[in-house]
């Protein structure tokens, strides 16, 4: 006589509609598990494009090209590319750097817990860049990566136990929201402009029940990208809104904002016990 699986091993009702709950659920639950287990108070989020590559890798594809077009092939287009993604490498250095920076300082913080850690999507880009420079300072990094049609694979800096893997992409933005204590955005697309504003939005509204710096790393690219003074004259945000970004534009002018806030708001806390303390930074509600 065959057995009818229990409900909760059955692969076929779990990937239900009718099992969408249980399944939004665990991507809260496991998690949430798995930080209380690695010690993880809160981190500090790092938002930019997954297409800015390290300076050694723009570097040799620009060398390869400019070979190609010597020898008379004809790349011209995709030349001007590999020349501006050498430039836009700066991006992916300075990430690196910061988050470098950031990790060897959190890990000399008096506490049981790990503080601050550097946190990104998970993927390339400057999501890699983060998670390389905390891995290379020998911290802790958490890779919150998304299953995407097109897979956008994790990075390989992430440490052991705090890569994750999410269906859901507001399930995914609640866990960048729920332990950050600080924003860094580098130049990006439309994703990192989604993440931006979805955190701004949660600020503005007071739905995040704690002070969060959000830093835009980049003057030359977010002042031409980013122009939100019409806002303000329209009427469509207050003045004070502008005050919820500060810009930097090199590793130790971010760390040194980034410190100062880190310090003056969330060092002076009752330490609690890791993600579920009633210390901890959390949405409202």
Known sequence: MSHQPLAYLFP???????ARPIRILAEYLEPLRR???EKIRDTVVFFGSARISSRERSQRALDTLQT???KGNGHAEALVS???AVGWARYYEDARELARMLTVW???LPSEQHR???TSGGGPGIMEAANRGAHEAGGKTIGLNIRLPFEQGANPYITSGLHFEFHYFFMRKFWFAYLAKALVIFPGGFGTLDELFEILTLVQTEKLNKKIQVVLYGRDYWDRVLNLEPMVEWGAIGASDLDLMV???SPLQAFDIL???LLTNHCSEPLGEEVSAPGIARTRG
Do not use: I, P, W, Y
């Open 82 to 84: 590999a020349q501006t």
């Open 35 to 37: 930080f209380k287990a």
């Open 12 to 18: 076929e009702f779990l990937e239900s509609d009718e």
């Open 106 to 108: 959190s890990q000399g």
């Open 116 to 118: 601050f850690v550097v």
């Open 68 to 70: 190609r077009t010597d």
């Open 247 to 249: 810009h930097a534009d």
């Open 259 to 261: 410190r100062e806030h």
